[in-house]
């Protein structure tokens, strides 16, 4: 097993993590903003105004994105597999 093998096998993983985890983050900086300014705005303190919206906007997104995220991991997947005899070598 070569070195640029596993080389260009981390940097795959380390992009589809990126790009898997990525609408979920975006979502939950933005919701954190928002309420962040509400709270500013209003000079309300509560530590669940911010736990709940955030957790309640990622079960949305993932609802949301959960096929096309099942979809690209399947593609990875696949890929892993089909590499499997180039890693044994």
């Known amino acids: 097993m070569s070195e640029m093998i596993i080389i260009d096998l981390g940097r795959k993983t380390l992009m589809m993590v990126l790009i898997l985890s990525g609408p979920m983050l975006v979502l939950s900086l ?26 309640v ?10 096929p096309w995220m099942l979809q690209l991991f399947k593609g990875f997947f696949n890929e892993l597999l089909e590499m499997i005899p180039t890693l044994l070598r």
């Open 57 to 66: 906007a990622m079960g949305a997104a993932l609802l949301i994105f959960l």
């Open 30 to 55: 933005v919701v954190g903003l928002v309420v962040s300014i509400f709270q500013a705005a209003t000079q309300i303190s509560e530590m669940t105004l911010t736990f709940i919206p955030k957790l």
